[in-house]
């Protein structure tokens, strides 16, 4: 147990490279979840495969619990958070707040994983840098002001290339829902009623190389998308949200205004639409007869995604909305001005392949 707190004390430390003794709690965790026998396994395994610790991991991981190493040290790193939370489930250790003495000295219990504490409130926006060795963990831990009654939304966006995030909502110390990220730049949306969600937990892994990495969490005035829209093609969406249903308008220039129909939800946060052409002319004016928006990240006020027409064309795009009683300039709102111009959707839109563009 003594070996146990020395490791979690500095949960920002090398595995293979840095740690020795103080790497125990990652084998009770192994004992946890697949019995004495894998640790037996683990060391077998290792006699025969040239003496690769991390491989014969790999292997008995991957044959016990259908994860690979990689994975199994993300869920080692939740549990050395989530331990202290009601309902850990697996995700804790048979040691956890005991406390045992032998020959006068007291072992235990285990301390809690260091961790950055920041109070949220509906105005707060945190931001924050740093750094995380291989196969090693940042904790940070944001505390939502239940008072707050304009507090009901929460971003997190983890962004780092080769990071591994993980999200874990609390109410008062219960653990209520984890969510792992998958991608390099992860944006976590959470919506609760004011007042009952408590606590906001992320944990940023290092994966094999260790990472470079930003956090930045804020609060979301709302998420609900009636409003003006406007995209990097510099077409004006006008939207309505009548509880999943999403209908309205698109002006795309050119091609004249769009009736546009689909659907929107939260937790996760998607907008998934089609916008019609009431005026096809079977592609004889260069316009064609739909596309589609598909949403891939969604944010406090913008979303990202894939978009696929009737003719044939694909591409990404992304959507902003716009603060009430604002205009804005096309050029302005489509992010596509001087300078912005040479890749991505702006990339497309300057060479005319766009949402409503006929394929020849």
Not at 69 to 93: M, P, Q, R
């Amino acid at each position: 147990m003594g070996r146990m707190n020395e490791g979690l004390n500095v949960p920002d430390l090398a595995l293979i490279e840095g740690r020795s003794y103080n790497a125990c709690h990652l084998w009770i965790y192994l004992e946890r979840r697949c019995t004495y026998l894998a640790i037996k396994k683990v060391w077998s395994t290792y006699e025969t495969n040239g003496k690769d610790a991390k491989a014969a991991l790999d292997t008995v991981v991957n044959d016990r619990l259908g994860i690979g190493f990689d994975k199994f040290i993300v869920e080692w790193s939740k549990t050395n958070y989530i331990k202290d939370l009601g309902g850990a489930g697996v995700y804790s250790y048979v040691e956890n707040k005991k406390t045992k003495t032998s020959c006068d000295v007291v072992y235990g219990p285990l301390v809690l994983v260091p961790r950055t504490s920041v109070d949220i409130d509906s105005t707060s926006l945190y931001t924050d840098a740093g750094n995380v060795s291989s196969y090693g963990a940042d904790y940070y831990e944001f505390n939502l002001d239940t008072t707050d009654q304009d507090l009901n939304n929460l971003q997190i966006t983890v962004d780092g290339a080769g990071v591994n995030s993980s999200f874990v909502d609390i109410s008062s110390s219960l653990k209520k829902k984890i969510t792992d990220g998958t991608n390099t730049k992860e944006v976590y949306l959470t919506t609760f009623k004011p007042g009952k969600l408590s606590r906001v937990g992320v944990i940023v892994g290092g994966g094999s190389a260790g990472v470079d990495y930003t956090i930045e969490a804020k609060a979301c005035a709302n998420l609900d998308i009636t409003g003006t829209w406007d995209d990097v093609y510099g077409y004006v969406y006008n939207l309505t949200l009548e509880g999943k249903k999403v209908s309205g308008t698109v002006d795309t220039g050119g091609c004249g205004v769009w009736n546009v129909r689909g659907t929107y939800t939260m937790s996760p946060s998607k907008l998934n639409f089609t916008a019609t052409n009431p005026n096809y002319q079977n592609g004889n004016d260069g316009c064609t007869l739909w596309f589609k928006y598909r949403t891939a990240l969604a944010t406090c006020d913008s979303i990202e995604g894939t978009w696929r027409n009737y003719s044939g064309y694909s591409g990404s795009f992304t959507m902003w909305k716009r603060p009430e009683g604002e205009a804005v300039s096309r050029a302005v709102m489509a992010g596509c001005a001087e300078g912005h111009i040479t890749t991505g959707p702006c990339a497309e839109g300057s060479q005319g392949i766009t949402p409503t563009s006929v394929k020849e």
